[in-house]
């Protein structure tokens, strides 16, 4: 029997950092334009005054304090509010293609492994910025890797999608090793003109090498004992932007176009689900929430996370048992719960247990419980 082994882990940070005092000021700034603009509509009860943001309130609602970004400039300016990301020639690169190989190349060199062991790559990720062709297949042009390539998308849940499918892949003999790769570029489908959800996402890419036990050397990276998947229908997260957009003009430029979401429902849904769907498998494999060190939990919110450990073990986690780069990262979308796995798992010892876990739009919940080689 194969079994499949996660050998290396790689992570693409952009350079570019926004606090939430800059954010706030931008926002704040635009508001008071907003109302000035339409004081005359506000003061008619036509509009209604938009209220100002503040540090403070991000920071209790969802733990964020800064976030790293592709572009600044064009998400600070008032008047704009949203990255610039220039267009780029079909002879160049795209921007997901550049941020995939940087994390690729890092899981890589982790692995001991170059292109030429590996035989697919799967881009999961949230937003794709073209159709076709697929960024997967142009990102294993890039890296030089011969075999397959294909995009999915499970919006926060699509790197542990991925994984599974990745699993599947080595485990039936279909590939040797697949990279699942995650380029997030979420403020590119942020409205950061809404208070209630200007703050949420950042940018960044993850990259996970997912290989055959007897390719990698003993005692090395993690052996994947299991995954469970779970989708339920809801509305309480969505992005209406698609190629039929063009098809009806009344809705171009609507804030259902961007990422909107009903967060107070979410929160009290979302939760016991994803509580219930990590409890489960683990009962599946045997295991009690007892046996885990570790849980590498998706980073949307902290006191969402909380809640959910909370609920999974009886009892609160420590920082230790649930760590979180939501602080310093923000909502990533899928690639947050690998960056946590990236960044918090090298202390643990031969046979830790821990479970990786993202959650989100669908409603959609992807859970992969590990064990240290």
Same mark, same amino acid.
């Given at each position: 029997?194969?079994?499949?082994?996660?050998?290396?882990?790689?992570?693409?940070?952009?350079?570019?950092?926004?606090?939430?005092?800059?954010?706030?000021?931008?926002?704040?700034?635009?508001?008071?334009?907003?109302?000035?603009?339409?004081?005359?509509?506000?003061?008619?009860?036509?509009?209604?005054?938009?209220?100002?943001?503040? =540090?403070?309130?991000?920071?209790?609602?969802?733990?964020?304090?800064?976030?790293?970004?592709?572009?600044?400039?064009?998400?600070?300016?008032?008047?704009?509010?949203?990255?610039?990301?220039?267009?780029?020639?079909?002879?160049?690169?795209?921007?997901?293609?550049?941020?995939?190989?940087?994390?690729?190349?890092?899981?890589?060199?982790?692995?001991?492994?170059?292109?030429?062991?590996?035989?697919?790559?799967?881009?999961?990720?949230?937003?794709?910025?073209?159709?076709?062709?697929?960024?997967?297949?142009?990102?294993?042009?890039?890296?030089?890797?011969?075999?397959?390539?294909?995009?999915?998308?499970?919006?926060?849940?699509?790197?542990?999608?991925?994984?599974?499918?990745?699993?599947?892949?080595?485990?039936?003999?279909?590939?040797?090793?697949?990279?699942?790769?995650?380029?997030?570029?979420?403020?590119?489908?942020?409205?950061?003109?809404?208070?209630?959800?200007?703050?949420?996402?950042?940018?960044?890419?993850?990259?996970?090498?997912?290989?055959?036990?007897?390719?990698?050397?003993?005692?090395?990276?993690?052996?994947?004992?299991?995954?469970?998947?779970?989708?339920?229908? =809801?509305?309480?997260?969505?992005?209406?932007?698609?190629?039929?957009?063009?098809?009806?003009?009344?809705?171009?430029?609507?804030?259902?176009?961007?990422?909107?979401?009903?967060?107070?429902?979410?929160?009290?849904?979302? =939760?016991?689900?994803?509580?219930?769907?990590?409890?489960?498998?683990?009962?599946?494999? =045997?295991?009690?929430?007892?046996?885990?060190?570790?849980?590498?939990?998706?980073?949307?919110?902290?006191?969402?996370?909380?809640?959910?450990?909370?609920?999974?073990?009886?009892?609160?986690?420590?920082?230790?048992?649930?760590?979180?780069?939501?602080?310093?990262?923000?909502?990533?979308?899928?690639?947050?719960?690998?960056?946590?796995?990236?960044?918090?798992?090298?202390?643990?010892?031969?046979?830790?247990?821990?479970?990786?876990?993202?959650?989100?739009?669908?409603?959609?919940?992807?859970?992969?419980?590990?064990?240290?080689?």
């Amino acid at each position: 029997m194969i079994k499949a082994v996660i050998s290396g882990t790689g992570l693409y940070t952009p350079p570019a950092i926004i606090e939430n005092d800059e954010l706030v000021e931008a926002f704040n700034q635009y508001v008071e334009l907003f109302n000035n603009e339409h004081a005359d509509e506000i003061a008619r009860g036509e509009v209604a005054a938009l209220q100002p943001s503040s =540090s403070a309130f991000i920071e209790k609602a969802s733990g964020i304090k800064r976030r790293h970004v592709i572009d600044r400039d064009g998400i600070l300016d008032p008047h704009r509010m949203t990255p610039y990301i220039p267009e780029r020639s079909n002879d160049e690169p795209s921007v997901q293609c550049d941020m995939a190989v940087a994390a690729s190349k890092e899981a890589l060199a982790q692995a001991g492994k170059t292109a030429a062991d590996v035989d697919a790559v799967i881009v999961a990720c949230s937003n794709l910025q073209r159709p076709y062709p697929a960024i997967a297949i142009e990102v294993q042009e890039a890296l030089g890797i011969e075999g397959f390539a294909y995009d999915m998308n499970v919006a926060c849940s699509s790197a542990t999608f991925g994984l599974q499918a990745a699993v599947n892949s080595v485990e039936n003999g279909a590939a040797r090793s697949v990279l699942v790769v995650s380029p997030e570029i979420c403020s590119g489908h942020l409205n950061f003109r809404d208070r209630d959800s200007h703050f949420i996402f950042g940018d960044a890419c993850t990259a996970i090498l997912v290989e055959r036990e007897e390719d990698t050397k003993a005692g090395q990276g993690f052996e994947i004992l299991g995954t469970r998947l779970k989708t339920k229908f =809801s509305n309480n997260i969505r992005n209406n932007f698609g190629f039929l957009n063009r098809a009806d003009e009344s809705g171009i430029g609507k804030a259902d176009k961007l990422f909107i979401q009903q967060g107070r429902k979410v929160f009290k849904e979302v =939760s016991p689900l994803v509580a219930e769907t990590i409890q489960g498998h683990l009962a599946s494999l =045997s295991l009690s929430p007892d046996n885990l060190t570790r849980m590498w939990l998706h980073q949307a919110n902290l006191n969402m996370n909380q809640l959910i450990a909370r609920k999974v073990l009886g009892r609160d986690a420590s920082v230790e048992e649930a760590p979180v780069i939501l602080d310093e990262y923000a909502n990533t979308s899928s690639a947050g719960s690998i960056i946590a796995f990236h960044k918090y798992k090298d202390d643990l010892k031969a046979g830790d247990l821990g479970v990786i876990c993202s959650f989100g739009a669908g409603y959609s919940i992807g859970s992969v419980v590990v064990r240290h080689r």
